[in-house]
């Protein structure tokens, strides 16, 4: 099914209430896909020949991200998470990131990363208003990293992780997609990684996306058999996590320095809690990750729409976000994109 993109004509002048949806959730995060290409090919997340790539001149530039989040801090956006794709394929991320900590009312940064080329610049990124990071990782083992990421890189992830530490970024998350038959059998060793470093490792239920669905339904491990083999290591006492978490159910070993937590978009959904919408690279504002509708903001931008044009599209936007995905086990693959495409 293809997705209806809307055309919400933008009002002059916003009012100045906060965003919340038909539902009363108030909308407080936006994820910005910088980019839909990758350095790895996740065999979960896209093909190996890649996707068909977004053309560069659809691609939002900076100056036209700035606007937008503008307008977003306008309505009650305070937490901004760059994500991709891999975001750090673009070179000059660092100042995406200071423009956007310079924007009043955005009080936090967060990057969704590959880790791939994160030791390098992420004192750079730090320094710039670079608050947390999310690093996906999904075997501890070089030669499956190769199998899964399909392409080489295990070492620098693992240092990507201390120098994330390292450099102040706090929580620093590891996110682990868990597949049967692959990398389940290392779901103890990730949680061991806890012991020593104040990290949360996030274990991820596997989405069916794209052409991955016949292989999603084999590779699927529900959140509560995660908790289950999380337990039988050791006592697991439920944890906040780290502050304005997300969606994630945290767990603490005793006398763990980081904690263990699952995310279970498909067993247990989270949408009557969802504050989010995503920008996608190519500036539509997706209202839900498995929804039908986006709204095309790239052409309101290019035409030239101020701030509070674009404040007054993102709150229509919000009489149209659906009160929650119905992507279950079984569901019919035409709602299903990749998480690259839209800003996972
Ligand atoms: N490239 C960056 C990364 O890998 O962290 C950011 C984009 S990636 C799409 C964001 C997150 O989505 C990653 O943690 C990845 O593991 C997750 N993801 C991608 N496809 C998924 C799927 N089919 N099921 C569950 N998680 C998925
Ligand atoms: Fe790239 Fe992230 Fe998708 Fe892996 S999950 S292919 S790193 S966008």
Request: proline share 6%; net charge negative; aromatic share 6%.
């Amino acid at each position: 099914m293809a997705l209806e993109t809307i055309d919400l004509i933008a009002g002059p002048s916003a009012p100045k209430r906060p965003l919340a949806d038909a539902f009363a959730r108030p909308i407080t995060y936006l994820r910005v896909s910088v980019t839909d290409r990758c350095n790895l090919r996740c065999v979960y997340c896209m093909p190996e020949a890649g996707l068909p790539w977004i053309p560069n001149a659809e691609i939002l530039s900076f100056d036209e991200i700035e606007r937008i989040v503008r307008a977003a801090a306008a309505v009650g956006v305070r937490s901004i998470r760059l994500t991709g794709g891999e975001p750090l394929v673009r070179p000059d991320l660092p100042d995406l990131v200071r423009r956007l900590a310079a924007i009043d009312g955005i009080d936090d940064i967060a990057l969704s990363t590959n880790g791939l080329l994160l030791a390098d610049r992420v004192v750079e990124l730090a320094r710039a208003g670079l608050r947390r990071a999310n690093i996906s990782l999904d075997t501890l083992r070089p030669d499956r990293f190769e199998a899964i990421a399909r392409r080489p890189g295990l070492e620098r992830v693992l240092e990507a992780i201390d120098a994330s530490l390292a450099a102040g970024l706090d929580p620093v998350k590891v996110n682990c997609v868990v597949m049967r038959g692959s990398n389940e059998d290392e779901i103890e060793a990730f949680a061991e990684l806890t012991h020593d470093r104040p990290i949360f490792v996030r274990f991820i239920e596997m989405m069916p996306v794209l052409e991955n669905a016949a292989a999603q339904r084999d590779a699927y491990v529900s959140a509560d058999e995660i908790v289950e083999r999380l337990g039988a290591i050791g006592t697991l006492r439920p944890d906040a996590g780290p502050p304005g978490n997300g969606p994630a159910r945290y767990f603490r070993y005793a006398g763990a320095a980081g904690a263990v937590g699952v995310i279970s978009p498909l067993s247990h959904d989270y949408c009557d809690t969802c504050n989010r919408v995503r920008l996608s690279a190519n500036g539509r504002l997706r209202l839900c990750l498995f929804g039908d509708y986006e709204i095309d903001f790239r052409t309101h931008v290019r035409n030239g729409a101020g701030v509070d044009e674009l404040a007054a599209l993102f709150r229509g936007g919000m009489t149209i976000k659906p009160e929650r995905h119905h992507l279950r086990l079984g569901e019919p693959a035409s709602r299903m994109r990749a998480l690259s495409e839209i800003g996972g």
